[in-house]
Each structure stands twice: as structure tokens, then as C-alpha cells.
């Protein structure tokens, strides 16, 4: 058990710091809902917000790389994903595509580097 | 897989309902996305340290990928407790709009609030995206049932790309291990990038992705609250503008 989960206080951790703060916000909507319009300028201000901060996030790990990914150079990490935006966009939005012509970037670069 | 029409007597079984709810992960296309960025998941947690059951608990407990993301990058670069439970409910706050968006797609008269707890728990941009696909097309009685079999496929579906994501990243060369490390960001600019639907969207994260690495320059503990908060109600702001020269 402590190996699979680690210990109790990292489980704590998970539940102080990921599910309370996360899941508070599903229960409220289920509280409160109904009374809220959802083409409020509230709620298009919260949608900008939350956009933003996913945005900050994927900057982060392109910026800040975790783990293995700290390896690839930084010009190839934000060429990577330039390039799948720009496949997404050709592509008619399609994920599938933007996220294969980044990935073979990425690993097409590595390759070369070396 | 198409469903069956909507006065079929298939739909008198709450069990085919969730049935059917279990099938449908098979048909989107987000079903992939998601396996990739919670593959990516897997991996990002096994290069900072976390242990798979953990990781596989806050898939289960938390059940949104941003959140598990900063929730998993903040305390893996030694944030507090309380920095991390910041970042994580400012960025769940998404969640409030969609569930009170969702949830009277599926109430009838007699619902009760706590039959809603489990749906309301599994809504996330996913099963928001396809409740509004496909709830039209299941009789109002069984949509619960139906949510909660989509629901729990989604989330066996991401603990499965969890399990090989971690296990990718202990045991793939360095190239490989960064190749699923970077499907996280991949996956999540264009998923973002397809859901935006206004101008204030738009420019919220383009300018959210540029301020990042400006204020992650002042080590505030909280820069990705900062320069989410602030981007985003420029962003706001543009829209606002943009609206009022119109009127």
C-alpha cells in the first residue's frame, strides 16, 4: 500500500490541494445551478480567466520543461508546437493532426540534433 | 454506433442505458485526446516523483486534466499546499458554468439532487462537449444512467493511459519519455485552441501562453495565477470594448 500510494500525507496533500479546491466548484454549480445564465459577463469573464490559466499551464511546461522533456532544446520545444498549431489550422481543427505534426517535429529535431 | 431511436423500448433498461452511455466512449474522437493527455499525465507525474497509485487517485478524485496538471507541476516544484489548492480552484472554476449548464439537461421532475452528485462529479470539458452531442438523443429518464456509463468509460479509458504513461516514462529512452511529456501541452493548446468561441477566448490564450514566462521571472509562488487572471480580464476586456463600439 505505502509503495502503491505513498504515504498517507501525500494522500492527504491530493485531497487538501487537488480534489476539495477542484471539486467545490462542481458541487456549487449543482447547488446553485439554474439561477445563473450561461451568456452572463460573468461567466465570460470566469471563461476567460479559467482559458488564461490553462494557457499559463502549457506555457509552464514549455518554459519550465518536467522531467525528460528539460533534454529537448527550448527553440524545438515552442517549434514543436508552433508547427502543430499552424497543422491544426490547416487541418480544419483537427487535433489529431496538430498534435502527430508536433510530436514527429519534436522527434525529427531530436534525432537530427545529435 | 448509433443509438436507438428515442421511443425504442431498448431505453426502458437503466442498465442498457448506461450501457449504451459505456459504448459511446468508442465514438468521439475526444476519447484519444483525452488517452494522450492522460498518458501524458502518467508521465509527468512519474518524472516528478509521484507514485502511480497517487497519481491514479487524483484521476479518480479529481477527474480534470488542467487541475491534475498544476496540481502535479506546482507541488513537484515545491509550491505550498496552499499555492497548489489556489492554482488548482481558480483554474476549476471553468467547471461551475459547465455543470450548471449540463445537469438540466438531465433533471426531470422528480430528480433528486444527490442522484446529480455522480454526473456532476464527471463533467468535465469532454463529457460537456458530448452531453450536448449526444443527450438529445437519449429519452430524458435514462440520461442520468446514460452520463454516469459515459462518465465512468471516460474515466477507465485516462486510469488505463495513466498506468502506460508512468510505466512509458520509467522505461523509455529519454527521447521517448519527452515525446509523451509533450503531449500534454500539444493535446491541451488545441483542445482549448477548438473549444474557443468568442474573441475574449481568443485572446485570452494567446495572451495567457505570452505573459507566463514575463511573470514567471518574479518567482511569485503564484505566477500562473497572475498572469492567468490578469490576461484573462484583458481579455474580458477586449470583448467588452469590442462590444460597446458595435452598440
Not at chain 1, 493532426?97 to 514527429?104: D, S, T
Not at chain 2, 426502458?12 to 484519444?32: D, E, I, K
Request: glycine share 10%.
Amino acid at each position: 500500500m505505502s509503495d502503491f500510494i505513498g504515504d498517507w500525507h501525500a494522500l492527504l496533500v491530493l485531497v487538501l490541494a487537488g480534489f476539495l479546491p477542484n471539486e467545490i466548484w462542481r458541487m456549487l454549480g449543482l447547488w446553485l445551478g439554474g439561477g445563473v445564465d450561461e451568456g452572463s459577463e460573468l461567466l465570460i469573464w470566469v471563461r476567460a480567466v479559467a482559458t488564461a490559466i490553462l494557457a499559463g499551464v502549457i506555457a509552464q511546461i514549455l518554459v519550465l520543461p518536467p522531467g525528460a522533456l528539460a533534454s529537448v532544446p527550448g527553440i524545438l520545444r515552442y517549434g514543436a508546437v508552433a508547427v502543430g498549431l499552424v497543422a491544426f489550422v490547416a487541418a480544419k481543427r483537427s487535433i489529431l493532426v496538430g498534435v502527430v505534426c508536433g510530436e514527429l517535429v519534436m522527434l525529427a529535431g531530436q534525432l537530427w540534433w545529435r | 454506433m448509433p443509438l436507438p431511436p428515442l421511443e425504442s423500448p431498448i431505453w426502458q433498461s437503466s442498465v442498457r442505458a448506461y450501457a449504451f452511455g459505456l459504448r459511446a466512449v468508442g465514438s468521439t474522437v475526444l476519447t484519444l485526446v483525452l488517452f494522450a493527455t492522460y498518458l501524458g499525465i502518467g508521465a509527468l507525474a512519474h518524472d516528478t516523483h509521484f507514485s502511480l497509485g497517487w497519481v491514479l487517485t487524483s484521476t479518480l478524485l479529481v477527474w480534470a486534466g488542467p487541475a491534475q496538471i498544476i496540481l502535479i507541476s506546482s507541488l513537484g516544484s515545491g509550491a505550498t499546499v496552499v499555492q497548489a489548492a489556489i492554482a488548482v480552484t481558480v483554474s476549476a472554476i471553468r467547471l461551475f458554468p459547465m455543470v450548471v449548464a449540463v445537469l438540466p439537461m438531465m433533471r426531470t421532475p422528480t430528480t433528486r439532487l444527490r442522484q446529480l452528485v455522480l454526473p456532476a462529479h464527471f463533467i468535465a470539458v469532454t463529457l460537456w462537449v458530448e452531453c450536448f452531442r449526444l443527450l438529445p438523443h437519449v429519452p430524458r429518464e435514462n440520461r442520468i444512467a446514460f452520463t454516469v456509463g459515459l462518465g465512468t468509460g471516460l474515466v477507465s479509458v485516462c486510469l488505463i493511459a495513466n498506468i502506460v504513461g508512468y510505466g512509458l516514462a520509467a522505461n523509455l529512452p529519454q527521447l521517448f519519455g519527452a515525446a509523451i511529456l509533450l503531449l500534454t501541452p500539444l493535446a491541451f493548446l488545441l483542445s482549448t485552441a477548438r473549444n474557443c468561441r468568442e474573441l475574449a477566448d481568443i485572446v485570452a490564450l494567446g495572451l495567457g501562453l505570452a505573459l507566463f514566462p514575463l511573470v514567471a521571472t518574479l518567482h511569485t509562488g503564484v505566477d500562473i495565477l497572475i498572469s492567468g487572471v490578469s490576461a484573462g480580464t484583458i481579455a474580458y476586456g477586449v470583448h467588452w470594448l469590442r462590444r460597446r463600439r458595435r452598440a
